[in-house]
């Protein structure tokens, strides 16, 4: 499916979130236009107090907007009530929280298949579907852990197991690798990779420029704004070979043009021994500048005889 036909899953048009009233009154979001179509993966960036983890709350169904509408599947989303949206949460979008968002009275396994709750699957289903999803982050061992029992990188490893838990079609990630050392981020990284291939739409808020080379579209957020964003990129036409070339004019002056191999443009020995005999004849004072013009001689003369 070529990008001209993808099918959008999510439309904002001017969405808007403010906080406080009056004097105290701040917009988090001052009116985002923005597209996503099925199988992209958005890569949101910018910095702190940007408004990037306010979007992604209100694209999880977490929160909702103060002005604009939100089509999800091309349905708005200010008609839903509050149980048809966990139920949407529930089939249809994962989120991996910035800060976890464990129970913490529940063990991991037990937290991996909670949002498999409430789509009626048996307890027995549920906890060997958990199993499943935390042995591909390599968490085997640590199924009966406490989350308080973990490390930072393992509470996020389980964090975004429990996202994927249900296979979401829509995956929003709040930096899914901001506690993670460098090779289970790639471990991550790998993973989400892997579902978008799979056709799964991915949109992930980072810090990270690495991270950006893993996404198909990159959006740059300022002041609550969309400053910049890869989708709006148009390249310029190409040559007739597919490839950008540069052009030159014929009038131009070729820089690096290819010399004649019988022509040459240095000095002979007896130019430069009058350029010298000019300069030791000027007024000026014969110096370093001399010196450094004899030992050249000295040197056009050794080549002259090889």
Not at 71 to 89: N, Q, S, W, Y
Not at 179 to 193: A, G, P, R, V, Y
Not at 288 to 303: C, E, G, Y
Request: proline share 4%; with cysteine.
């Amino acid at each position: 499916m070529t990008k001209k036909h993808m099918k959008p899953v999510i439309e904002l048009r001017g969405l808007k979130k403010r906080f406080g009233v009056g004097n105290a009154e701040n917009f988090a979001l001052g009116g985002i236009d923005l597209t996503i179509n099925q199988g992209e993966f958005i890569a949101i960036m910018g910095p702190s107090g940007c408004g990037k983890t306010t979007l992604l709350n209100i694209l999880g169904l977490l929160d909702r907007a103060t002005e604009g509408s939100y089509l999800l599947d091309g349905k708005p989303v200010h008609k839903f009530g509050t149980m048809k949206k966990a139920r949407i949460r529930s089939k249809s979008i994962g989120i991996v929280f910035q800060n976890f968002n464990m129970v913490q009275r529940l063990n991991v396994i037990e937290n991996v298949a909670l949002p498999l709750t409430y789509t009626g699957m048996g307890k027995i289903r549920r906890l060997k579907r958990a199993s499943e999803i935390l042995r591909t982050f390599h968490l085997s061992e640590r199924e009966y852990y406490m989350p308080w029992q973990l490390s930072g990188g393992q509470t996020q490893r389980v964090a975004i197991a429990r996202a994927l838990v249900n296979n979401p079609s829509i995956i929003l990630a709040d930096e899914p690798t901001g506690n993670l050392d460098s090779k289970t981020s790639h471990l991550i990284m790998q993973e989400l990779t892997d579902l978008h291939k799979q056709g799964n739409t991915i949109i992930m808020v980072t810090h990270n420029p690495d991270l950006t080379a893993y996404a198909s579209r990159v959006i740059h957020m300022v002041d609550g704004f969309i400053d910049s964003d890869t989708a709006d990129y148009t390249p310029e036409p190409s040559a007739s070979d597919g490839k950008r070339s540069l052009s030159i004019d014929a009038d131009e002056p070729v820089e690096n043009e290819v010399l004649d191999p019988t022509k040459t443009t240095e000095k002979t020995t007896e130019e430069a021994v009058a350029e010298l005999d000019d300069s030791n004849s000027s007024t000026g004072p014969v110096g370093s500048a001399t010196k450094v013009k004899k030992v050249k001689l000295k040197n056009l003369r050794k080549r002259d005889r090889k």
